[in-house]
């Protein structure tokens, strides 16, 4: 699989509370992993990020966002929606971010099911469910 991503940065440091969003780095280069990342039964979208960094349900936190081979960096303001621990059964460690209702979150949304198409409608290949 060919997702890139770095540490958490900000405020998300073991359980204390954030004082600001947190960022992460994201690069997807497969159209097959953003199948498996995209979140599209969340309200406004979401990914999956694969990450042994700590996060709480709520946390705030942004994603930079590379898609495929388009160069273009784009920040999502999310919220971490599902937490994947380390030693789950058959599935990879990490954290789902649902993205914030902005204009970024939906050029976002529009290109990544753009990028789908039809695959969106075949049957789940997903990190989370």
Do not use: C
């Not at 995209?38 to 694969?50: C, D, I, K, R, T």
């Not at 460690?93 to 914030?100: L, P």
């Amino acid at each position: 699989m060919s997702t890139q991503h770095q540490g958490l940065a900000g405020g998300m440091a073991g359980n204390k509370p954030a004082t600001r969003p947190g960022v992460i780095p994201l690069s997807i280069k497969e159209k097959s992993a953003l199948l498996a990342a995209y979140m599209p039964f969340l309200e406004n979208g979401g990914l999956f990020v694969p990450t042994d960094k700590s996060a709480q349900l709520g946390d705030e936190l942004y994603i930079i966002l590379t898609l495929m081979d388009d160069a273009t960096k784009t920040a999502i303001p999310g919220r971490v929606a599902w937490v994947t621990p380390a030693g789950a059964t058959n599935r990879r460690q990490g954290i789902g971010i649902q993205f914030s209702k902005t204009d970024a979150s939906v050029v976002a949304r529009e290109k990544i099911e753009t990028l789908l198409g039809p695959a969106l409608k075949s049957p789940p290949s997903s990190y989370t469910i």
